[in-house]
Every structure is written in structure tokens, then in C-alpha cells.
């Protein structure tokens, strides 16, 4: 959804209340693996205060499973663990920074390379 990061840790949340809260599962699908440790570290409680969203015990971590999907099949179904470390070739296609091949995508002219064209043809001296 391209929101800026406080409203996207907001949403986050919210899908951990309504698991841990109101105990509703749910499909969280995001290309933003990122995302995927905090849903898997954090958990909502009550308190006397209100609601509370805190970093869970090591050994009461919430239920988590990762799918990863590659042409429309499921590639990987597992812990976030298990994802973590997984050598599957679609797994490693989310986890890696961007390695593709850039060389044939179209190149658009940078808009401030005029005034660096103009600074440099009329250097202040």
C-alpha cells in the first residue's frame, strides 16, 4: 500500500490485535519480508492501561506461518524460521536486495541534470 512507515507499523499492529485480542486469523500478504519479524515478535495484550503491544517472551512467541507463492503454486509454507533460512529459490528472490539485471530497463534523463549541465558549462569563479 506504499504508507509512510507510522501508518504502516499502525496497520501492523492492528493485525496483531485482532489476532492475539480478538483471536482472528488472517492472510497478511505483502511483498515487504521486512514486515514479516514484527508480526512474528510482537503480541497484543490487555492491560489495566488499555491495550498493550510489547515484544513477546522467546518461548511464547505467536503462531506464524510463511507462504511464499512463485507462478501461482506454493513455493514454501513454513515458520518464519524456516523462511528465514531457507535456500528455496523463491524464498531467496524476497530476501535478497535487488539483483537483477537493470541493464535493458529504459532510462529516464534526471531532471536536476540541466542545472548541473549549466553549473558545470558556467563554473562561479
Request: hydrophobic content about 45%; proline content about 6%; overall charge positive.
Given at each position: 500500500m506504499s504508507l509512510d512507515?507510522?501508518?504502516?507499523i499502525q496497520v501492523l499492529d492492528l493485525v496483531i490485535r485482532?489476532?492475539?485480542?480478538?483471536?482472528?486469523?488472517?492472510?497478511?500478504?505483502?511483498k515487504k519480508v521486512y514486515e514479516i519479524p514484527h508480526l512474528a515478535r510482537f503480541h497484543a495484550?490487555?492491560?489495566s492501561g488499555g491495550?498493550?503491544?510489547?515484544?513477546?517472551?522467546?518461548?511464547?512467541?505467536?503462531?506464524?506461518?510463511?507462504?511464499?507463492?512463485?507462478g501461482g503454486r506454493i513455493a514454501f509454507t513454513g515458520t518464519v524460521a524456516e523462511f528465514?533460512?531457507?535456500d528455496l529459490p523463491a524464498v531467496r528472490e524476497?530476501?535478497?536486495?535487488?539483483?537483477?539485471d537493470h541493464s535493458n530497463d529504459p532510462y529516464f534523463t534526471d531532471p536536476w541534470d540541466k542545472?548541473?549541465?549549466?553549473k558545470s558549462e558556467n563554473p562561479i569563479r
Open positions: 512507515p507510522i501508518i504502516a485482532a489476532r492475539d485480542i480478538n483471536h482472528i486469523s488472517s492472510l497478511y500478504v505483502t495484550s490487555q492491560a491495550l498493550l503491544i510489547t515484544e513477546a517472551p522467546r518461548d511464547n512467541l505467536p503462531k506464524m506461518r510463511v507462504i511464499v507463492l512463485d528465514q533460512k531457507s524476497l530476501t535478497t536486495l535487488d539483483r537483477h542545472l548541473d549541465k549549466m
